[in-house]
């Protein structure tokens, strides 16, 4: 089945900062790459996604990228503020129209003012 | 259109018996997926139905269930409860925008077994 991995577990940045996230799939037919913010107690909302056609998609301070050869996804949060601070979790979906989601284990960010 | 919602919201049971979540999906979407959520796991998917037929499972034990109904509401079951079954339960309900589905989770319910 697919694996994600994602690193790292835990990142610090100044306010104002960048952050990065990166993540690696295992099943070169994954086709879709969300985003998730989880604020402590609170549900994870999808934030950006991605798809296998596109190389990079961009939503105000947010981005990902994927490297489908690598089979490696990123985000990147810039100008970041304190309301960043969350858990960010990145998924891969399975082939074709088939919903089966796995999940990074998380990135606890925290944005310091 | 109103979110996913989940009932009961918190839940405190003994081992041994069992617990029923439900469901309920944003208008219009048919699949709905469960996943646990625990510090130490993360998100680990359950299951997952589409138009009452479950289409993918996780590698949970037989103890977890769900079903669905036809108005896309959906209830997991787990019996014999455990210690480890503690955990956050998360539902999110799909629809198919493109060739992926788009994924909303609802808020959860907190199970504490005791």
């Known amino acids: 089945g697919e694996n994600v991995e994602q690193h790292p577990s835990t990142l610090s940045v100044q306010e104002g900062d960048s952050a990065v996230i990166k993540c690696t799939y295992s099943d070169s037919a994954s086709n879709y790459f969300p985003w998730y913010k989880q604020e402590l107690g609170k549900r994870p909302q999808l934030i950006i996604d991605?798809?296998?056609?596109?190389g990079e998609k961009k939503d105000q301070r947010i981005a990902v990228t994927l490297n489908k050869t690598a089979k490696h996804f990123s985000l990147h949060i810039t100008e970041t503020q304190p309301e960043d601070s969350a858990v960010y979790f990145c998924?891969?979906?399975?082939?074709?129209?088939?919903?089966?989601?796995?999940f990074g284990t998380g990135t606890k960010l925290q944005v310091i003012p | 259109k109103a979110g996913v919602t989940q009932t009961p919201r918190y839940l405190i049971k003994t081992r041994g018996q069992q617990v029923t979540l439900s469901c309920s999906p944003i208008s219009g979407h048919r699949s709905v997926s469960w996943y646990q959520q625990t510090p130490g796991q993360g998100l680990q998917f359950l299951f997952e139905y589409f138009s009452e037929t479950q289409r993918n499972k996780g590698n949970f034990p037989g103890r977890f269930s769900g079903r669905q109904f036809s108005n896309s509401r959906s209830e997991m079951n787990v019996s014999t409860l455990e210690l480890g079954d503690s955990a956050l339960y998360l539902c999110?309900?799909?629809?198919?925008?493109?060739?992926?589905?788009?994924?909303?989770f609802g808020p959860g319910t907190r199970l504490t077994v005791t």
């Open positions: 991605i798809r296998s056609n596109v």
């Open positions: 999110a309900s799909s629809s198919l925008v493109g060739a992926a589905y788009e994924q909303y």
């Open positions: 998924a891969a979906s399975g082939r074709g129209g088939y919903q089966k989601v796995t």
